[in-house]
């Protein structure tokens, strides 16, 4: 996505040397029937189907995550960004809330079975080329969320050279990473997400190295699901309910939700992600919503589970949820 406001861009330099950023960069070929009402999970990391939305936008007069009954339909919120300099935007709002704030809006959060987590690194990020420790930047993190009350965190890694360059090592940083969270974030205590673009499940020879197929095969069994970012990768991928769920073609050929599993991804944690507006959100893979609706039913009925997330609040909230669920999982 992008970035947001100059207030915080100064924010995160002055207190936390961080830069603002956002989960959508765009990867490039040069360089690389009705069911029954499904009630939100309660649990602190939710089985599926999960219902994921971001939050990086300034929203004038509103500070940290906004009343819980904005968004009902979603189980998880995530706050954005925690940097590797520190937190900004959205994440950066919660630090300035006071802890009797913050476990007010826990408490009404949890009471309505909605997890709140804090998304990391975005867009700003490129922590294996910058050299970033693996285990001392997951300690760092993990501490962060416990710190402050937190359910948990989405790792959204895109660092797009380090995985183009094909050499192993942005696939061992991610492993590594992740392992080193979970030894501070118990799985079944703490959320733990990732958030791929969807080619990065393919077999591709522009990622030699695996990338996410090779991620998975390390340390998914630590990954509670993924946060698959079908958008901003061509401007017809993923575009309607075929290419998003059955043959993607186009630039990224093996990239559709069920050849993601054919390749050997668990569906069920393949959530599927998407914009909330057709501009501003993303540059591309927009699908309105009543059809994204039929899109999720597609695909439920044919074994599906893991759920769907958006890029972002205040963009998509209540309203939009309701619709994208209406057919697959009705409130």
């Not at 765009?26 to 499904?38: D, H, Y």
């Not at 901003?232 to 309607?240: A, F, H, I, L």
Request: aromatic share 12%; net charge negative.
């Amino acid at each position: 996505m992008f970035s947001l406001s100059l207030f915080y861009v100064l924010a995160s330099i002055l207190l936390f040397r961080g830069v603002l950023s956002a989960p959508t960069c765009e990867l490039s070929l040069e360089s690389r029937s009705t069911s029954p009402s499904t009630p939100i999970s309660k649990n602190t990391v939710p089985d599926g189907p999960r219902f994921v939305i971001y939050s990086d936008k300034f929203v004038p007069g509103l500070t940290g995550p906004p009343p819980v009954s904005e968004i009902k339909g979603y189980n998880v919120f995530a706050l954005s960004f925690l940097l590797i300099s520190g937190p900004a935007d959205k994440a950066v709002e919660w630090t300035q809330l006071s802890a009797s704030d913050r476990s007010t809006i826990k408490s009404q959060y949890a009471d309505a079975g909605v997890s709140l987590i804090v998304s990391a690194f975005g867009a700003t990020d490129a922590p294996t080329s910058t050299g970033a420790d693996p285990v001392k930047t997951a300690n760092t993190m993990a501490a962060w969320v416990k710190q402050f009350g937190l359910d948990g965190i989405d790792v959204d890694y895109e660092d797009f050279n380090a995985i183009d360059a094909s050499d192993g090592k942005a696939e061992a940083w991610i492993a590594t990473f992740t392992q080193q969270l979970r030894t501070q974030l118990p799985k079944g205590q703490f959320i733990l997400s990732h958030a791929p673009v969807a080619p990065w499940f393919t077999v591709n020879k522009k990622f030699s190295a695996g990338a996410y197929l090779k991620v998975d095969e390390t340390v998914g069994d630590l990954i509670d699901w993924y946060n698959v970012q079908f958008y901003n990768q061509g401007t017809t991928e993923y575009t309607t309910c075929d290419s998003l769920l059955n043959t993607a073609g186009g630039d990224w050929p093996g990239s559709a939700l069920f050849e993601i599993a054919a390749a050997g991804i668990d569906l069920n944690k393949l959530v599927i992600g998407k914009p909330g507006l057709s501009a501003g959100d993303a540059n591309n893979g927009f699908i309105d919503p009543s059809t994204l609706a039929g899109c999720v039913q597609q695909a439920k009925s044919k074994g599906w589970n893991a759920g769907v997330m958006v890029w972002e609040f205040p963009d998509a909230a209540a309203s939009w949820i309701q619709t994208v669920r209406s057919q697959a999982f009705p409130e």
